[in-house]
């Protein structure tokens, strides 16, 4: 930490509003205590990022939740494993393990197959908890918190000087805990999560809160950050009325998002903040129309897709990516564009195992939307900026990805059941 750069700032206000927020909606006091810790483990991705042991938190936080959630239910503890969220992310862990026989590196495959078999097993031990809650509110209060939290952190950590210094744009934020992009994504989510509310007219309170994470995320300079926030907070705004309202009103939401989209563009323009983005994406449309060398991610993209033409149906093995960039003369990391990296290292049958998982969520939150219609139509704003966020990096062993699966397949099996409770009562009151 820089030790002459701290700023003063009293974190238990922090954690006191959430407590009252969480109060006010008639949780328990042990629905705090697991939304609290949910929200440290997400926080925990990203600070404890580069620490060898960051990764055993994740163990000990859903141990936690699983000991309270059992407390509160007669000490039993339902074994949920046959849900649609166990059977594709387990069917992906497999075919990781599967692809260790012809893989060019078979360790690597292996441990990105144990990887998310262990993400499994954890949430796997929450899921019957927020099943018997029947609502995903405390996991989206809990990404919502996390993004603020990981917001303040950074303030703390680089200081008052170090803000400023990158407030001018000149500055990008380092890779010091964790990867900048990663700060400017969580906080563009808060963000997003924050706004689904105020459109509520709920949790204003914490609009404080998005303050730090717009600081945050200009000082990022991420470009994919930039356009999740103003993207989401479009869609809110075209999705905000009910499937059932008239089409004048949803042709009016449609237009007003739009215009929210080139409002907050030439507003975020005129800033000197986000001065550093703006340099970022001109580089990057510099790059793409020739006029500039072709940026290094391009690069990682073409040479990926090139293998993918060579292996087509079930890639090297799923990982070793960073063994076919050495094998060309680059230094060895991941191609940062998951659609080509699982592609180039699982084939089109690894692609397709992994994006069912979009496909069975898409499809399914869309058909039964108008039910829970707010967070529904959260969830479906998420699930497709997580989609065009794969564009620009790899997510498929993130442990944040794989919660926010769990949380929205909890979401549609919720509304899956009000669906069928409202058509058996519909059936009962017609044959009364």
């Known amino acids: 930490m820089n030790e002459n750069k701290i700023i003063p700032l009293d974190i238990d206000i922090f954690f006191v509003l959430i407590r009252e927020a969480l109060m006010r909606e008639e949780n328990t006091t042990s629905d705090e205590i697991i939304c609290a810790l949910i929200s440290f483990m997400i926080m925990s991705f990203y600070i404890f ?34 849900r649609p969220f166990h059977v594709h992310v387990a069917a992906f862990a497999i075919f990781c393990f599967a692809s260790s026989i012809w ?10 197959g144990i990887t998310i078999f262990s993400i499994l097993i954890c949430y796997s031990l929450i899921y019957p908890y927020f099943q018997q809650k029947g609502n995903i509110d405390i996991l989206l209060d809990a990404f919502m918190f996390s993004g603020y939290g990981i917001a303040l952190y950074t303030v703390v950590y680089y200081g008052t000087s170090g803000i400023v210094s990158m407030l001018s744009g000149n500055v990008r934020l380092g890779n010091d805990f964790t990867n900048a992009n990663s700060i400017g994504l969580i906080a563009a989510t808060s963000c997003i999560i924050q706004f689904s509310y105020l459109l509520k007219r709920k949790k204003r309170k914490f609009a404080i809160f998005l303050i730090p994470c717009i600081i945050v995320l200009a000082i990022s300079q991420s470009r994919k950050a930039m356009i999740m ?21 949803k042709a009016f939401n449609l237009v007003l998002g739009v215009l929210a989209v080139f409002f907050l563009i030439y507003v975020m323009s005129r800033l000197d903040i986000f001065s550093g983005v703006f340099r970022r994406f001109e580089t990057l449309f510099e790059s793409i129309n020739g006029t500039r060398a072709e940026d290094i991610r391009s690069i990682y993209r073409r040479i990926g897709m090139q293998q993918f033409y060579k292996t087509p149906i079930l890639g090297i093995g799923i990982g070793n990516s960073l063994d076919l960039l050495e094998s060309v003369g680059h230094r060895r990391t991941y191609l940062h564009c998951n659609f080509v990296e699982i592609l180039s290292s699982g084939g089109i049958v690894g692609f397709i195992i992994y994006y069912s998982i979009y496909i069975k969520l898409i ?3 869309w058909k039964y939307r108008r039910y ?8 479906i704003v998420l699930l497709f900026l997580m989609l065009i966020m794969d564009y620009g990096m790899v997510t498929y062993y993130d442990k944040q990805q794989y919660l926010y699966f769990m949380c929205f397949f909890l979401q549609l099996e919720l509304i899956k059941k009000d669906y069928y409770a409202i058509e058996e009562s519909e059936r009962y009151e017609n044959n009364v």
């Open 363 to 365: 499809v399914g939150l």
């Open 372 to 379: 829970r219609s707010t967070t529904t139509n959260l969830c």
């Open 103 to 112: 893989a060019w590196n078979s360790v690597a495959a292996i441990s990105k």
């Open 49 to 82: 990022e580069t620490a060898s042991w960051g990764r055993y938190v994740i163990f000990g936080i859903t141990i936690l939740v699983t000991l309270i959630y059992a407390a509160n239910n007669g000490f039993k503890i339902p074994l949920v494993l046959n």
């Open 229 to 249: 926030l103003v993207v989401g907070i479009a869609f809110l705004i075209m999705t905000k009325e009910s499937d059932r309202a008239s089409i004048f009103k």
